[in-house]
């Protein structure tokens, strides 16, 4: 997520990218914040001097948020209380999605302003592998598409011959292999299928590998993949990984008698002597407990916020919601 603050006056410019900063957003958003943003609106036109309602046209509107939603895009409804002076003054919904810029004015918490901070260091790039049995193309999506090299199998007969499909399959791996990123292999038939398989059997140093299907090649296959939102869920993977990877270590640290502590008052009581390393808290409860996150964040702490969405969420959601890491054992 692309963002800039101007705190002292409560301004906060932003540019969800992914879905994910969607639901960044959905959870720092409240009644009364005012957004601004270009969105399609009716213009009134006047014809034989009466006012009538003209086709909507792209304006730039404020609204003092009221009700929110996500689905696919966050809607953001509320009053109209600034606009062009042909538009009426009723009710609008914005509709942000990825590439939506927003300008958000509000008393910004300085965690939420870290949160939104954080989501623009995950923006991480993801490969995808176009291939079918004769050809495979690679790219790197990160906001943009990148096109880095094209594979062209050959000595593969019509019948796929063996050696020229090995020699085919070890050229896609060789470039695959040592990349750091999440990697989609997509594509007609099953040439992803047996190029995933000849990648176990090698042993190779290839990452982790998402495989999904589609029904073109080039461009028109990674366009394909890119309308059904593939990358959109490899993205929130990534957060959930995160944060399952992070629960699962708190719980082993509880079962080891380790640096943890957890409950409410026992964490308050760790944030007030400065013991607090980072703090874990469930979506559900940030809003009622910002003063304590602020404390968190005073003594130099991180905060993490967790899902329900995963299992582990949801375990870590039953012995209260609040944990944290200390730096030293509390009596």
Request: hydrophobic share 35%; net charge neutral.
């Amino acid at each position: 997520m692309k963002s800039s603050f101007d705190l002292k006056h409560g301004i906060g410019k932003v540019t969800p990218e992914n879905p994910d900063d969607l639901w960044v957003l959905e959870g720092i958003l409240k009644e009364g914040d005012l957004i601004t943003a270009k969105t399609p609106r009716s213009q009134d036109i006047v014809r034989d001097g009466k006012k009538e309602r003209g086709p909507k046209k792209l304006v730039l509107l404020t609204v003092q948020l009221e009700k929110m939603e996500l689905d696919n895009v966050l809607k953001l409804r509320g009053k109209i209380v600034a606009g062009p002076e042909n538009v009426d003054r009723g009710y609008h919904t914005i509709e942000a999605d990825a590439g939506t810029f927003m300008t958000i004015k509000r008393e910004w918490k300085s965690w939420e302003v870290s949160k939104i901070k954080k989501a623009a260091d995950k923006t991480e790039p993801v490969l995808v592998l176009i291939l079918d049995e004769r050809e495979a193309d690679l790219y790197r999506v990160r906001g943009k598409v990148e096109h880095l090299v094209h594979i062209t199998g050959k000595n593969i007969g019509k019948g796929g011959d063996i050696s020229g499909r090995k020699g085919y399959f070890g050229e896609i791996i060789s470039v695959l292999e040592g990349k750091e990123e999440k990697i989609v292999v997509a594509g007609p038939g099953f040439a992803r299928d047996d190029l995933v398989k000849e990648i176990k059997e090698r042993k190779s140093n290839v990452g982790k590998i998402i495989i999904e299907g589609c029904s073109h090649t080039g461009m028109n296959g990674i366009e394909e993949v890119l309308k059904r939102k593939v990358l959109d869920r490899v993205i929130k993977s990534s957060r959930l990984e995160e944060e399952v990877e992070e629960v699962e270590k708190f719980f082993e640290a509880i079962a080891k008698d380790g640096k943890v502590t957890y409950g409410k008052n026992e964490v308050e009581r760790a944030t007030e002597s400065g013991a607090v390393e980072k703090i874990l808290i469930s979506e559900k409860l940030v809003r009622e407990n910002e003063k304590l996150l602020e404390g968190v964040e005073k003594i130099g702490g991180k905060i993490m916020i967790i899902s329900e969405e995963s299992q582990n969420g949801k375990k870590f959601s039953g012995i209260g919601g609040i944990g944290a890491f200390l730096r030293y054992r509390m009596e």
